[in-house]
């Protein structure tokens, strides 16, 4: 068994003798997997799964070799452009099914072993984070005047989101999966994989546990913290960079993690007067996430933070508060989430506008906070800290507008076609291929008939004129930034009054199933659930992480009122859609 070294390029010929070190001068991708347990690896299509084993503890598959061809993209064969952002650790990757297929979407060979990793890869479990399988990318490239059989290594992944988008090829619209995959950091093992720890996994005298012993370290640390910890696992990600500045403890830096990110954000000190708390440090890091997600530096010099951040408390500070962009410019150093770089020597309590133009320094949320927030699920966690902290009493909606970040107002988000119009704007080049939400209007009808039109808040079922009525509502948005599945776990049927509750973060689930107020914890009753329709926990969590609902301090549950309910302020809506 041998060692796959990151960017290291190997031959993949119809040669396939492991006993063969090397061909045309690179060594044979066989050779350097050959195994006494696994059956011989395949490269020969774009997804190759290797087959499951029995195993103790459960079937599991070994991997996933993921071989990207970009000397091939936009041609009969290979019509899809996979995206490689390796200086990122980011990487989109398209599914296999293409234009001519006739099955259904998802049950082509590469997607279906796709789709069931996937299940896999986003679970909230350590126990089946465990028994995933790795993805291990490779892209063709060209070596000796040939264009095919040349295959890099780029690491191994996991997949972070899934979508159902339609694409074009010579004008007629087909469907496809989108995968966007993280790239795993290898430099605590030397940039190298070992291929003994993949033989292990087909090993059926070994626990998955047990094959964890050979694994990379970022691959351990996310079996064992999930995808919130992703961002500091990325290959490329800055690994142990402090702040320069010295005004922010180096050590707690380095040592940042999700769960001490939202702590932090809890314990923000703020300036209070007449019991009201200032809004300028919770503002101020909302504005610093909102440059994250659209792709901005992550410092900013004070020039520019001065102008943005003071026309956003202007709009947004609280009435007994002045525009004072530098107090949070400044102060923000205590937080232990923020650089400064460049400006006034000292700790002074106290910094002026005046000072800080002289020397125009940068700050930003430090290294470490920027590359946690990177993830879309502890961003949402960390979005609905600050505003229920901090930020109840504004206008929600105005202010995720304001900021460019429209989506994390509601459950549902906003379509890709509204984001990237508010993100890019209109100047700008598109990808030709057309990405857009895709229902299962069947699905929702299925659901709806399930459940015979009752709301699983309040039990009512509305009659109509010709029947009853309800409405679908999705617990993780389809639409940006949530990018959940279209699926029965992530669904629920409601009333018009509840799914408009629900959308608007106003209601949540909580861990013991219980359907709680979010400005009280008031208890309006439980969920209701019948056999046949499961409803996927990660996706509860996600939405009461909008609410600010699941974050620390919160472990445990409010405590039971009396089974009060109140009259829905939300009048009844007009026509509804099917979801």
Partial sequence: ???????????????????????????????????????QVQLSKGINPIAKTKAVGGRRRPALLIRSSPLKAGSAETPWHDVFDLENGRVRYFGDHRVEHTVPVGTTQGNAALLDTWASHRSTTEQERCSAPPLLLFRTVPRNNVRKGYVQFCGPAVIERVEQIEQEQDGRPYPNYRYDLAVLDLSNEGNCLDWAWIEARGDRELSASQTLARAPLSWRRWVEHGNAVLPEMLRG??????????????????????????????????HQQGGLKSR?????????????????????PWSTFREDVGELL??????????????????????????????????????????????????????????LLADPFLRSQAIAVIRETYLADVDQHALMQRLGLPGYSSASGVEASVADLISRGPAERRDATVSKIVRDTPMVRRAKGMH?????????QLATRFGTYSEGAHIRGLGRPHDGPDEMANLLVLCPNHHVQFDAL???????????????????????????????????????????RDTPGDEKLPKRMPNQRRSAQSPLPGPHSEA
């Fill in 1 to 39: 068994m041998g060692q796959l070294r990151l960017d290291e390029v190997f031959r993949s010929s119809r040669i396939t003798d492991p006993s063969v070190d090397e061909i045309d001068g690179y060594p044979n991708i066989h050779y350097v997997t050959a195994s006494d347990v696994l059956q």
């Fill in 237 to 270: 990600a800055p690994v142990g960079r402090a702040s320069d500045s010295g005004s922010t403890d180096e050590r707690e830096q380095d040592e940042l993690t999700p769960r001490m990110l939202l702590r932090r954000l809890k314990a923000l000190r703020v």
């Fill in 280 to 300: 300028h440090k919770p503002l101020t890091l909302l504005w610093s996430i909102a440059q994250i997600v659209h792709g901005r530096p992550r410092l900013s």
């Fill in 314 to 371: 202007d709009e947004f500070g609280s009435l007994h508060s002045s525009r004072t962009p530098e107090y949070p410019f400044w102060h923000l150093r205590t937080s232990g989430l923020w650089e400064l770089h460049g400006g006034p020597l000292g700790d002074s309590g106290s910094i002026s506008s005046s000072t800080l133009d002289k020397t125009n320094p940068t700050a930003g949320l430090s290294s470490n906070a920027a590359q």
């Fill in 452 to 460: 015979a039109d009752h709301c699983q808040v309040c039990g009512i």
């Fill in 506 to 548: 106003a209601i949540y689930v909580d861990t013991a199933g219980d359907v709680r107020y979010t400005a009280d914890d008031g208890r309006i009753g439980e969920l209701r659930r019948i056999p046949g329709h499961l409803i996927a926990e990660a996706h509860l969590r996600y939405h009461r992480a909008l609410c600010g």
